[in-house]
């Protein structure tokens, strides 16, 4: 909280330096107290704390569930998520426009068969697909996120440390580095990002249904076991 407030009085204390040529910002390096590293997380959930909270969230009633699985399968940030509209999701890609994402590119998922029949599952009440009453996109995370956690007993998480977790389970599913990178919103810098145009929508298609096959095994393990027909001799 002191980091915070320390960067609201920096941004003040620039913008009246920028407009007086007298004035000398009394904001230094090194006066906050923690370091971007220190303060790093690294949490992700485990398989157990995983199939818990999936679980837990397809008994939440509304959104609010729905949203937790939808951010798990799409690695996507907590508010590009809450604020998606049904116009984004077109032909089973959901495109984030420029506006509302950090690097300023219009960015496609193809969303897997999974993300895809939960959002369809949705009611369509107004333009945000998480929305309780229809008017404003899903909002105060806090309250139905503690009740998820009393459900499903899964403790000191937070809801970024889902975009970790998805990210996470696309390397232990295969997923190349760059591939994966670009599921989560990221873009190619330097000189590779300069010349490869190419899109890898099939690339990153693979990649979602293989995290939506990766969180299902992980849910309902036995989907990993085969019956054996007949006798061993």
Partial sequence: MADHTLAYVRKVMN????????FRSPIVRGMARTSGKERARARILTDDELRAVW?????????????????LLTGARRHEASNATWD?????????PAARNKVKQDLARPLSSAAQNLVGGLPKIGRY????????????????KARLDAA???????????????????????????VAEMCLGHVL????????????HEEKKHAFEALAAQ????????????ALRGTLS
């Fill in 15 to 22: 913008w009246h330096a920028s407009r007086s040529d007298e």
């Fill in 55 to 71: 679980k837990a969230a397809e008994a939440t009633a509304g959104p609010f569930g729905a949203f937790i699985k939808f951010l």
């Fill in 88 to 96: 984004e999701l077109k032909g089973g890609v959901w495109l984030l």
């Fill in 129 to 144: 697909v998480f929305t309780f009453g229809g008017v404003k996109p899903l909002s105060g995370f806090a309250k139905p």
């Fill in 152 to 178: 499903s007993g899964a403790k000191g998480w937070i809801l970024h440390d889902l975009r970790r977790t998805a990210r996470s389970l696309l390397s232990r599913a295969g997923i190349a580095p760059d």
């Fill in 189 to 200: 810098t330097g000189v590779r990002g300069t010349y490869d145009r190419h899109a890898y």
């Fill in 215 to 226: 969180i299902a095994r992980i849910v309902d393990p036995r989907d990993n076991i085969v």
